[in-house]
């Protein structure tokens, strides 16, 4: 496995459920950020939570991180259809570089 | 709201042709980069830049690669010598990375197309 994977690949949720995915990574981290890419689109930042953090909030955004377990969560909670998109946690372990997982495809059915 | 952005936004170019990228960077960030993404895959690091000179690369980042800030404003990526798998878009990112700020903010990308 490689740095920064999330589960599931695909997620088609229907408009006001909750989306949850998330990212493992191998190695120890300064911190996690989640980006969100549309199709063919730019990568645009939603949060960032630093190792010594466990919960962070932003919106209807809620990313948790287990530095144990080396994993991290994001949940979208009241799902639209403007959050389809691919959402990629990155992980920035060597204070320059980020490095990304293989992201997952969300699809907010209206 | 402040953002990079990036030019052209789409390039295309025959194999062997020189192109640059151009970016702007958030105007108060001092630590510069580019990642690539080949279609249908993930975000690449390529390489980072800080206080004019390169502080990190990737293996992708080969001679057939350089960085340069020009100005005060403006970051380039050169590909001397473009191939047919050097076909990507291409994202610039700043960041400040003064405590508490690490977050790096990604422009819109360039798509590079090499026939």
């Known amino acids: ?110 | 709201e402040p953002e990079v952005t990036q030019t052209p936004s789409h390039q295309v170019t025959q194999m062997g042709q020189e192109v640059i990228l151009r970016c702007v960077p958030i105007s108060n960030h001092l630590y510069f980069y580019w990642y690539r993404q080949i279609l249908g895959q993930k975000v690449e690091f390529l390489v980072s830049f800080y206080n004019n000179e390169i502080s990190e690369k990737s293996e992708i980042f080969d001679d057939q690669f350089s960085v340069e800030r020009p100005d005060g404003s403006n970051f380039t990526l050169k590909i001397r010598s473009t191939k047919l798998e050097d076909s990507a878009m291409y994202f610039c990112a700043s960041s400040d990375r003064r405590f508490p700020s690490y977050e790096q903010y990604f422009g819109p990308g360039t798509r590079l197309t090499v026939t």
């Open chain 1, 1 to 110: 496995s490689q740095q920064g994977e999330e589960d599931p690949q695909a997620l088609s949720i229907q408009e006001g459920e909750n989306a949850t995915m998330n990212c493992s990574y191998k190695t120890s981290i300064n911190n996690l950020q989640w980006y969100r890419q549309n199709s063919g689109r730019g990568l645009v930042h939603l949060i960032l939570i630093r190792s010594n953090e466990r919960e962070k909030h932003s919106g209807r955004l809620r990313v948790t991180l287990d530095t144990s377990k080396k994993s991290s969560s994001l949940l979208i909670t009241a799902s639209r259809a403007a959050d389809t998109a691919s959402y990629f946690c990155a992980t920035d372990s060597s204070g320059s570089r980020l490095t990304f997982g293989e992201g997952t495809q969300l699809t907010v059915n209206p």
